[in-house]
């Protein structure tokens, strides 16, 4: 089964950040950078966008 690929809006919005925080990050090197899907369109595997929902919610009771 192909794993499945989360466009920039749904990445932002499942991590409930904004597209410019979500911009920073990456920049910042906090989040992996997206898989270029065409010249306009990149994603993000869903396990790895999962997997810092974990990190973020394991660190939040800190």
């Known amino acids: 089964m192909k794993p499945k690929l989360i466009r920039r809006t749904e990445a932002a919005a499942m991590l409930g950040i904004g597209q410019s925080?979500?911009?920073?990050?990456?920049k910042d090197g906090r989040i992996?950078?997206?898989i270029?899907?065409?010249?306009?369109?990149v994603g993000?595997?869903?396990?790895?966008?999962?997997?810092?929902?974990?990190?973020?919610?394991?660190?939040?009771?800190?």
């Open 21 to 26: 925080t979500l911009s920073r990050m990456i």
């Open 32 to 34: 992996e950078q997206p």
């Open 36 to 41: 270029r899907l065409g010249r306009r369109v």
């Open 44 to 62: 993000w595997r869903e396990e790895t966008l999962l997997a810092l929902l974990g990190e973020k919610r394991d660190g939040a009771g800190q």
